[in-house]
């Protein structure tokens, strides 16, 4: 659905692999769901977040760990979707977050 709407898209099927993948690569847009194989969302926001890497990240999962999210504020997601979303959702998010981060980068 993202590489239909324009989007160069990697996928990783599981963090840890995709924690690989974002070592060697520059990307705009972190996105990712919670419950993963090897290393969580939360566990791939931090890696993400503790090696200073700036992407924003959407969190697309069924439910926001919002007790982690309050213990460590740092790890909260840019934008959340929650499932089950619709197609429409997440691309709206993907735009809206995208946007965002460009608004930013002009001022």
Not at 4 to 9: E, F, H, N, P, Q
Not at 18 to 42: E, H
């Amino acid at each position: 659905m993202l590489i239909g709407a324009g989007y160069d898209v990697d996928t990783a099927e599981d963090g840890a692999v995709a924690w690989d993948i974002i070592q060697l690569k520059t990307f705009d847009l972190l996105i990712t769901d919670n419950s993963m194989p090897n290393v969580t969302g939360i566990e791939l926001i931090r890696k993400v977040r503790a090696a200073g890497i700036a992407v924003p990240i959407i969190m697309a999962t069924a439910a926001l760990p919002k007790d982690v999210f309050a213990q460590f504020p740092c790890l909260r997601p840019t934008a959340a979707v929650i499932k089950p979303y619709t197609l429409e959702d997440l691309l709206g998010t993907v735009k809206n977050v995208l946007c965002e981060i460009a608004s930013v980068a002009i001022c």
